[in-house]
């Protein structure tokens, strides 16, 4: 009987596996499944005696050839997985500088619309300032006094338009960017006083629990109101503007932030008591 013989390692003893030909014996060295240390025997090779596969010259030039194979193939794997894993984080770092270039661009052109609007009521403004004077009497026809109360009236009356134009500018630009509205908790609807009350409005009650954002009376009313109003009210009125503006069915998580910010907006475009005759409502929606 001619051919090889291997043993084969098995839990209990070893199996001996034979016989193959040479071609089968040289292919199961180079595919790996006979190893440096594998018994291998044939009765003309190694004249029936038992040996390792690595003495055996045919046998391991096959093992250290199908070896170095499958080495470069793990080699070529592994660089073609770490080729893809950079072109994954390559592609999600180019998608991340496309969405910050986009909210750039989103918010210049949101800063440009705030500005072109508070030029184009600065035109009018001064435009209403020149018809004003066009269709005023001459000086000839008036005495002095006329002339110098009449002059005072335009000069404030345009002073209060770039006020408006001001804060139309600063209101735009305040809101423009705020686009994440999600419902604001039960908890940010109240606040203690301190002392065991909680208010709303400019009121305090003991226990009785109200939303900052009610009790809120400046819809209707002067500037001249308005800056003599408590800061409750003045924010409780400007989350009903909020409201209203963005024509929300909920209360937004940033209600607050947003009421505060036309707040601050309004009171610093009508300081020193130019807009005074002008009405809340209308310096809110401008």
């Not at 098995?10 to 595919?31: H, Q, S, V």
């Not at 991340?96 to 009018?124: P, V």
Request: hydrophobic share 35%; aromatic share 8%; net charge negative.
């Amino acid at each position: 009987m001619t051919g090889w013989f291997y043993r084969k390692s098995g839990i209990f003893n070893d199996d001996t596996i034979g016989p193959i030909a040479d071609e089968e014996f040289l292919r199961l060295a180079y595919d790996g499944k006979l190893k440096h240390e594998t018994l291998a025997s044939h009765p003309v090779y190694t004249r029936g005696q038992w040996t390792t596969v690595s003495q055996i010259p045919g046998a391991r030039a096959k093992l250290e050839e199908g070896a170095d194979l499958r080495r470069d193939a793990k080699e070529a794997a592994a660089s073609e997985k770490a080729r893809q894993k950079a072109e994954t984080k390559a592609a999600a770092a180019e998608l991340k500088q496309e969405r910050l270039r986009a909210l750039e661009a989103e918010r210049q052109a949101q800063e440009a619309e705030g500005q072109s609007h508070a030029e184009a009521i600065r035109r009018r403004a001064s435009n209403a300032s020149q018809n004003t004077d066009t269709d005023s009497p001459t000086a000839q026809d008036e005495p002095a006094t006329h002339n110098v109360t009449t002059q005072a009236t335009q000069q404030q009356q345009t002073v209060g338009w770039l006020v408006i134009a001001v804060s139309v500018g600063m209101f735009v630009i305040c809101f423009g960017t705020m686009n994440n509205d999600s419902e604001e908790s039960a908890t940010d609807f109240y606040e203690d006083d301190g002392g065991g009350g909680v208010y709303s409005g400019d009121s305090y009650g003991d226990g009785a629990q109200r939303a900052w954002y009610s009790g809120g009376d400046l819809h209707t009313k002067r500037i001249a109101d308005w800056r003599t109003a408590t800061y409750a009210n003045r924010l409780a009125t400007c989350a009903d503007f909020v409201m209203a503006l963005k024509k929300y069915d909920y209360i937004p998580a940033d209600l607050r932030s947003r009421a505060q910010e036309l707040e601050s907006c309004i009171s610093e475009s009508v300081r020193g008591g130019i807009a005074d005759d002008l009405s809340v409502s209308e310096v809110a929606a401008t």
